[in-house]
C-alpha cells in the first residue's frame, strides 16, 4: 500500500472574508449563460491551456483523473464535426425527441442548425475514459483492463471546473450534447476506451447574441436546511 503523504496547505479565513469571496464569486458566476451565437474572434490559447488545468485540478475517484480535452481550432475538423452533428441533431428533432422533449426545449429556441460549431474559434471536446490499458507483469507484452471509478461523477465536476474556468477568463461556452457523439471519436481519431462526455464551444458571443429570457430557481427551492 502506498500510504506517503504530505501536510495540507490550507488558508483559514475569517467569517467576514469567507463571505466576501463567496458572494463575489456567486456575482462573478451568476452572469454565466450559455451561448448559441459566437464571434469569429480568436481566442488566445495559453488561456485556453490554463483553464484545461483547472478542470484537470478537479476530484475523482481514485484520483483516476479519467478525463481528456481535445482543443479543437483547424477550420476543416470543425466543419467536419458541424456536419455530423448536425446530421445527428435533424435526426434527434425529426425523429428522435419526444413531443415532451420537443416541449421542454421550446423555451430555448434549438433546433438542428448548429452553425455555431464551424463559426466559433475553438471547440473542446471532452472525453471520458472508461478504463486503462495497463501493463499486466513486468514484461510488457500483455496488458489488462484497469477499471476506472465514478467516471461519469468525476467528469461533470470537470466540466463544472472548466465552465467556471473558462467564465472567469472571460470566454463564453455551450454545454452542447449532440447525442449520440460516436462520431467524435471517428473525427478525432480517439480510441474505444474514451467517450464523447460533452462538446463545449468557447469564444465570444457574436455581437447581436441573445438568450432565452429565463432564471434559476430561488434559494428557497433548491436549498433545504436541516438544523
Ligand atoms: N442537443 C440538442 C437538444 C438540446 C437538449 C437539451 I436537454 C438542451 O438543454 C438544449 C438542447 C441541441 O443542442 O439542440
Known amino acids: 500500500m502506498n500510504d506517503a503523504s504530505r501536510p495540507l496547505d490550507f488558508e ?6 469567507q463571505r466576501a469571496q463567496a458572494l463575489q464569486f456567486y456575482e462573478r458566476m451568476r452572469t454565466r449563460r450559455s451561448v448559441r451565437a459566437f464571434s469569429d474572434l480568436p481566442v488566445p490559447f495559453d488561456v485556453i491551456e490554463t483553464c484545461v488545468r483547472t478542470a484537470g485540478s478537479a476530484p475523482s475517484g481514485a484520483n483516476q483523473q479519467p478525463w481528456r480535452f481535445v482543443v479543437v481550432s483547424n477550420p476543416e475538423i470543425k466543419r467536419a464535426i458541424r456536419e455530423a452533428a448536425e446530421e445527428e441533431e435533424r435526426e434527434n428533432y425529426e425523429r428522435r425527441f419526444p413531443d415532451e422533449w420537443k416541449d421542454a426545449l421550446a423555451p430555448l429556441g434549438t433546433d438542428w442548425h448548429k452553425e455555431f460549431l ?3 474559434p475553438c471547440l473542446i471536446v471532452v472525453f471520458q475514459i472508461n478504463y486503462a490499458d495497463v501493463p499486466a507483469d513486468g514484461t510488457g507484452e500483455k496488458t489488462r483492463r484497469q477499471k476506472h471509478y465514478y467516471v461519469t461523477e468525476s467528469v461533470g465536476i470537470a466540466v463544472g471546473f472548466l465552465i467556471a474556468a473558462l467564465h472567469q477568463a472571460g470566454l463564453a461556452t455551450l454545454t452542447h450534447t449532440p447525442n449520440p457523439m460516436g462520431f467524435l471519436n471517428r473525427i478525432l481519431g480517439r480510441p474505444r476506451n474514451e467517450k464523447p462526455f460533452v462538446l463545449l464551444p468557447v469564444g465570444y458571443p457574436a455581437e447581436n ?3 432565452p429570457d429565463i432564471e434559476k430557481k430561488a434559494l428557497e427551492d433548491i436549498l433545504l ?3
Not at 12 to 17: C, D, I, K, Q, T
Open 12 to 17: 483559514h479565513l475569517s467569517p467576514a472574508r
Open 118 to 120: 464551424e463559426t466559433v
Open 225 to 227: 436546511h436541516v438544523p
Open 209 to 211: 447574441a441573445r438568450v
